[in-house]
Each structure stands twice: as structure tokens, then as C-alpha cells.
């Protein structure tokens, strides 16, 4: 079975903190893919980045970083220095080869709200 | 051009209207997806098509009728929908649904309301 788990449902920073948002998932699969997507409230889902199971190098991208550990099960998102355009749902999802046909396997999202 | 285009943006049916939610693509994607997304939970997903070709219903009520006329088009034809089919509606696409690799990329999405 598939799963990711979000436990923060809504976090509120002021501007320029630095904030994390937590994933943590499940699946008894040995080759799988994990995802990030940003969705403002415009509506779309906006693709952030994709990691596999065996790079487990952390990313860095702009403000953007990702700390992904298997020993933990964790693919954890950290904002630095936030600003108010990062506000929106930011969903964590898994892919596995032992899912259907590439689906995704989404966490329930965390809102992110960044006060100016 | 990473793009996936849907309209219209908003729709307002009654539930004895006939409609259709039209989604394009130009990336060269094989792999469409349809998924209906209500306020405060994650995208649920309905239908995939791969190739052209019906690969998942994943058992959507038959109200909800889609079609994929080729590789860069998907449609979802609407007819007697209920006042709980109101949601956001979604349509991604992916090079292929064969591999768990690709990512897929999403349209703005069509906010429907069910009368």
C-alpha cells in the first residue's frame, strides 16, 4: 500500500522566516518516486520537484530545499527566507513501480500562509 | 512549452444540463489524467488515458463520460450531474503513465457548480 502523510494542516509565518513542511510516507516498494507540488489559489497545481528512491541527496533550489531520508521515511520541504507569494497548499506524493499505471498517491496538503 | 490548457474556467449547470471540460496539451505528452478536486483535500483521481486509450475508471459514476479524440485533447462530457459533483476539476498530463518517473503537469483546473 501507498501512502503519504501531512501532518501539518496549516502552518502561518510572518515574511522572511524560514519554514519546513513535513512528508513522510509508506510503501513496500523498493523503487519509488516522491513529488512536491505547489498549488496557489488560483487553483493549479504547480510542479516543484521529483526525487527517487535512490538518490537520497538533498536539493537545493533558489529558497528551496529538500531533505530526503529513508531511514525516516521523510521528504521534508524547506522555504528560507518565506514571502507572501509562497502562500498557497503544498501537496507531498508518491509514485511507485509497484502502483497502477504511474498514480499518484497524495498527502492531504499543508496551507502555507506567509503574512506580510 | 510546459502547458496544459482547460476550459472554460468556471461552469454553472443545472442538473439536467449536458457539458463538456476540454483540456489540451502541446508537450508531446501519451498520458492524460482527469481528477475532481474538492475544497481542502487532495485531487482524487477519475480517469487515465495512455496512448489514446481508456487505462483507469477508477469507478466514476457514469455521469462523468470522458474521451481522448487524440494525443493532445481530452474531454469530460457532463450530463445529470448532482449538487455534490461541484468541485474543481482537474486534468494533468505525463509522457507516459507506464513509468512512475514522470511527473505530471497540471491545468489551472475548471471550478464547476452543480444547481
Known amino acids: 500500500a501507498q501512502k503519504v502523510t501531512q501532518a501539518q494542516t496549516e502552518i502561518s509565518v510572518v515574511e522572511k522566516e524560514d519554514v519546513t513542511l513535513d512528508c513522510v510516507y509508506e510503501t513496500r516498494d523498493t523503487t519509488y518516486y516522491l513529488f512536491w507540488y505547489k498549488q496557489p489559489p488560483s487553483g493549479e497545481l504547480v510542479f516543484l520537484i521529483r526525487?527517487?528512491?535512490?538518490?537520497?541527496q538533498n536539493e537545493i533550489s533558489g529558497r528551496y530545499s529538500w531533505n530526503f531520508q529513508k531511514s525516516t521515511s521523510s521528504f521534508n520541504f524547506t522555504i528560507t527566507a518565506s514571502q507572501v507569494v509562497d502562500s498557497a497548499v503544498y501537496f507531498c506524493a508518491l509514485s511507485g513501480r509497484g502502483s497502477t499505471l504511474g498514480r499518484l498517491y497524495f498527502g492531504r496538503g499543508t496551507q502555507l500562509t506567509v503574512w506580510p | 512549452d510546459t502547458e496544459v490548457t482547460q476550459t472554460p474556467k468556471h461552469l454553472v449547470m443545472g442538473m439536467t444540463n449536458k457539458k463538456s471540460l476540454k483540456c489540451e496539451q502541446h508537450m508531446g505528452h501519451r498520458a492524460m489524467y482527469w481528477y475532481k478536486q474538492k475544497a481542502k483535500k487532495p485531487p482524487e483521481l477519475m480517469f487515465v488515458?495512455?496512448?489514446?486509450?481508456?487505462?483507469i475508471n477508477e469507478s466514476v459514476p457514469s455521469r462523468f463520460s470522458p474521451e481522448c479524440p487524440n494525443s493532445s485533447l481530452l474531454n469530460l462530457h457532463l450530463h445529470a450531474l448532482q449538487p455534490e459533483d461541484s468541485a474543481l476539476y482537474l486534468c494533468a498530463s505525463s509522457q507516459e503513465t507506464s513509468s512512475s518517473y514522470n511527473e505530471q503537469f497540471f491545468g489551472p483546473g475548471t471550478r464547476l457548480t452543480v444547481l
Open positions: 526525487r527517487n528512491s535512490f538518490d537520497e
Open positions: 488515458y495512455s496512448y489514446e486509450k481508456l487505462s
